[in-house]
């Protein structure tokens, strides 16, 4: 099993900057891909944000590609997320996620960013 745990959230002013962190904990050799989903209250389903690979391979969505940087610790297994330039419409639940070589996949229990002033 994998345990994730998220930190970094919080009230943020437009235009500034959020770091996000997620920390996983037991079987985290067998952690393939990393990645940050987000989730906007009353909305259905997360929204894919960025994601890394063991191998450093990164993948971002497009509302937040180049103003954010997703980098990962492989003996640590920590992500985290970045991202500048912050709007309204970054406010939501962000969740941590990893993707296994083998067995299940696991979600953190998200925390919250809300951008405004």
């Known amino acids: 099993q994998v345990q994730l745990v998220e930190s970094g959230g919080g009230l943020v002013n437009p235009g500034g900057s959020v770091r996000l962190s997620c920390v996983g904990s037991?079987?985290?050799?067998?952690?393939?891909?990393m990645s940050w989903y987000r989730e906007a209250p009353g909305k259905q389903g997360r929204e894919f944000v960025a994601?890394?690979?063991?191998?450093?391979?990164?993948i971002y969505t497009d509302p937040v590609r180049g103003r954010s940087s997703i980098d990962r610790n492989n003996a640590k297994a920590t992500v985290d997320l970045q991202i500048d330039d912050l709007k309204p419409e970054d406010t939501d639940t962000y969740y941590c996620?990893?993707?296994?070589?083998?067995?299940?996949?696991?979600w953190g229990q998200g925390t919250q960013v809300t951008v405004s002033s």
């Open positions: 996620y990893a993707k296994r070589d083998v067995g299940d996949d696991y």
């Open positions: 037991g079987e985290i050799s067998t952690i393939e891909t």
């Open positions: 994601s890394i690979g063991r191998d450093g391979f990164r």
